[in-house]
């Protein structure tokens, strides 16, 4: 991907961001815990201005939950897209016209490992 354009990084937040705890009900009840070194990679991804759009498949009606979590862990972000369902999620984009380099592709993480190992 070109470093002429700012990247726009979608990240998952339960497992990925966040230990998942088996189920979202579990997510809204049990204390929210920090994955390692979550905090180091989405402060050296803001250092670098890329823009942070997080997705989960908690409900809609969870929102003002789960923005004060992200909040009081210290998780910043741009967008929050809610509602996804835990089925696969499939980015579709197009090529620039003066570039054939791919502008999208995904990372896929084991659950609850996080992104310390992530290189974008």
């Not at 990925?16 to 402060?43: F, N, R, W």
């Not at 789960?66 to 909040?71: K, N, P």
């Amino acid at each position: 991907m070109s470093d002429n354009y700012c990247k726009t990084i979608f990240c998952d937040i339960d497992g990925t961001l966040l230990y998942h705890h088996g189920d979202l009900h579990k997510q809204y009840t049990c204390e929210p815990a920090l994955l390692k070194d979550t905090i180091e990679v989405m402060s050296e991804w803001d250092r670098k201005r890329y823009n942070i759009i997080l997705v989960t498949g908690r409900r809609q009606s969870m929102r003002k939950k789960t923005e004060q979590q992200l909040e009081d862990l210290g998780i910043f972000y741009d967008q929050l897209v809610m509602g996804l369902g835990g089925g696969q999620r499939v980015l579709i984009n197009d090529l620039k016209l003066d570039n054939e380099n791919p502008t999208a592709y995904a990372i896929n993480v084991k659950r609850n490992e996080g992104i310390k190992n992530v290189k974008i």
